[in-house]
């Protein structure tokens, strides 16, 4: 007797039941637009995975993130024994592979399928800016550390000039996250964000100093050369001499 081969799930599944996939998603839920579910939707790929299937392995480029519909999942990471260590398995409405999308470093980690998988992939780079914008906003207050400063600067490089309020209020606050942010206003060249670029100058670790010194380089007034000045005579490094002089003559030559 010969066996029909079974469905291709690409063919099962409606652009309605997509949407619905992300709403029950833990990164998504009660968290989307009908429009933002929409668009999403229409970026991702269904896939299906034998058991015992590599979806990504550590070290490989990260252009994607997958959201996982049915099955089983098992995290490893490779031990310096040459062996790996299984440290999570995921299963239905579990993300992964969002890490390394929001960094931009090599994939953490090798995830294999322990059942037959059925996922949806997010090919990041087609989903529109607005939305990449969204899917950030949704990271920032739940990543790590290293997480949020990404999607922070990522917000940045979308250029949304709506975004600089919000991107303002955080850098209201001191935290861990006052380079991206400083980084991220830079990005975004605005009169408008010397107050806040000021704080950090004031406040920040060495990191977020330089970077808050070069984004005023980039959009501060005459009003930020004495705290310019006073930045690098301040801490004595060379550095902080170099980019806080930069962007002094950035400023006046504007």
């Keep these: 007797i010969e066996m029909a081969p079974p469905p291709d799930i690409r063919d099962l599944l409606e652009p309605r039941e997509i949407q619905e996939a992300l709403t029950n998603t833990g ?3 009660k968290a989307l637009s009908d429009e933002e579910r929409e668009t999403l939707g229409a970026n991702c790929r269904p896939i299906e995975l034998a058991k015992g299937s590599v ?3 550590q070290g490989d480029a990260a252009v994607s993130m997958f959201i ?3 099955g089983a999942i098992s995290i490893a ?3 310096p024994g040459g062996d790996q260590q299984e440290v999570a398995v995921s ?4 993300v992964v592979g969002e890490m390394s999308l929001m960094t931009g470093a090599p994939r953490t980690a090798t995830v294999t399928a322990l059942t037959r998988l059925r996922a949806l992939e997010m090919l990041f780079t087609r989903v529109p800016a607005r939305e990449q914008a969204r899917i950030c906003d949704l990271v920032i207050p739940i990543g790590p550390a290293e997480i949020s400063a ?6 940045g490089e979308l250029s949304l000039r709506g975004r600089l309020p919000q991107l303002r209020r955080l850098a209201a606050q001191p935290s861990s996250l006052d380079a991206a942010l ?3 206003l830079g990005l975004m060249p605005d009169a408008g964000s010397e107050p806040a670029l000021l704080a950090i100058l004031a406040r920040g670790d060495h990191a977020a100093r330089l970077a808050a010194a070069r984004a005023l380089g980039a959009c501060g007034t005459a009003a930020a050369v004495p705290a310019l000045h006073g930045a690098h005579r301040s801490l004595l490094d060379r550095e902080m001499t170099r980019v806080c002089e930069d962007a002094v003559l950035k400023i006046q030559q504007r």
């Design 27 to 29: 990164l998504f839920r």
């Design 55 to 57: 979806l990504m392995r």
């Design 68 to 70: 996982v519909l049915e």
């Design 77 to 79: 990471i490779d031990t």
């Design 91 to 94: 299963a239905a409405g579990d």
């Design 150 to 155: 990404r999607a922070i600067r990522h917000l």
């Design 182 to 184: 400083a980084d991220a």
